[in-house]
């Protein structure tokens, strides 16, 4: 099999908001099909990583490449235009727009259509007419994630998709998030709480400490290595 394309690298990067230093020399490579799970405990930077991957903080020192481009000063739009689709803590849905506008609005040509959305999030196409401000927070959840699928992004960044959400609705998100990452090969970055859950659905993990990274490598191993996983993520 030939080698998986190299999407988006970090090399040796250090980043922060203003003149604090929150990431320090964080080196990264994301190759196409990849799905990592993004762990640590809290504040050890997750969300700074993946607001510098789009360009959304200030990098002291290092620089990002994306399909071998340099993009270390290049503005969040055209990262979004170039392929990185990010899906944000917060999930910005319009009150006055319907499930449906939400992803038409934002259709840019690929494999993602509103029906492919819809064989692969039910429960979108049962909400299709309702308005944004209509939708319970799992199905929100959803939403936002197929918003950014209909961008068509070649790597999708998910900050914390479960966060919030009642344990049933998060077993129909991990469905869906299995799918997407098994059938559809999509290659993703999940930043998560559910260490164990995340792990389950991903190949590769990444832990970060202090806003280093402590561990890059299989997530089997993490979940087979219960000590080693608590003593980097404190899992609960
Ligand atoms: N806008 C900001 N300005 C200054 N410091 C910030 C800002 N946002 C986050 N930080 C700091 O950066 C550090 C890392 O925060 P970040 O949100 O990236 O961590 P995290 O690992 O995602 O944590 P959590 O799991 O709690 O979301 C923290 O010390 C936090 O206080």
Same mark, same amino acid.
């Given at each position: 099999?030939?080698?998986?394309?190299?999407?988006?690298?970090?090399?040796?990067?250090?980043?922060?908001?203003?003149?604090?230093?929150?990431?320090?020399?964080?080196?990264?490579?994301?190759?196409?099909?990849?799905?990592?799970?993004?762990?640590?405990?809290?504040?050890?930077?997750?969300?700074?990583?993946?607001?510098?991957?789009?360009?959304?903080?200030?990098?002291?020192? *290092?620089?990002?490449?994306?399909?071998?481009?340099?993009?270390?000063?290049?503005?969040?739009?055209?990262?979004?235009?170039?392929?990185?689709?990010?899906?944000?803590?917060?999930?910005?849905?319009?009150?006055?727009?319907?499930?449906?506008?939400?992803?038409?609005?934002?259709?840019?040509?690929?494999?993602?259509?509103?029906?492919?959305?819809?064989?692969?999030?039910?429960?979108?196409?049962?909400?299709?007419?309702?308005?944004?401000?209509?939708?319970?927070?799992?199905?929100?959840?959803?939403?936002?994630?197929?918003?950014?699928?209909?961008?068509?992004?070649?790597?999708?960044?998910?900050?914390?998709?479960?966060? *919030?959400?009642?344990?049933?609705?998060?077993?129909?998100?991990?469905?869906?998030?299995?799918?997407?990452?098994?059938?559809?090969?999509?290659?993703?970055?999940?930043?998560?709480?559910?260490?164990?859950?995340?792990?389950?659905?991903?190949?590769?993990?990444?832990?970060?400490?202090?806003?280093?990274?402590?561990?890059?490598?299989?997530?089997?191993?993490?979940?087979?290595?219960?000590?080693?996983?608590?003593?980097?993520?404190?899992?609960?």
């Amino acid at each position: 099999m030939a080698d998986k394309q190299e999407l988006l690298v970090l090399n040796k990067v250090t980043a922060g908001y203003g003149e604090a230093v929150v990431l320090e020399d964080v080196s990264l490579s994301i190759k196409e099909g990849d799905s990592v799970a993004l762990l640590g405990r809290n504040g050890m930077g997750k969300t700074t990583l993946l607001l510098t991957m789009m360009g959304l903080t200030h990098l002291h020192k *290092g620089s990002l490449s994306w399909e071998g481009g340099d993009i270390s000063h290049m503005p969040t739009y055209k990262r979004a235009h170039a392929g990185l689709g990010w899906v944000p803590q917060e999930r910005h849905m319009y009150p006055s727009l319907s499930v449906e506008e939400h992803l038409t609005v934002v259709a840019r040509p690929g494999a993602w259509t509103v029906d492919k959305i819809y064989e692969v999030f039910p429960r979108l196409f049962e909400r299709r007419q309702n308005m944004g401000n209509q939708l319970s927070g799992g199905e929100q959840q959803m939403l936002a994630i197929a918003r950014a699928l209909m961008v068509n992004p070649r790597l999708l960044l998910l900050d914390e998709p479960m966060e *919030g959400l009642a344990p049933i609705i998060v077993q129909e998100l991990m469905g869906v998030l299995r799918r997407l990452i098994d059938e559809t090969g999509l290659s993703v970055i999940i930043v998560e709480q559910h260490a164990r859950m995340t792990l389950g659905l991903t190949e590769r993990a990444v832990v970060l400490d202090r806003g280093r990274v402590i561990y890059d490598a299989g997530s089997q191993y993490l979940l087979d290595n219960d000590e080693e996983l608590n003593r980097m993520v404190a899992v609960a």
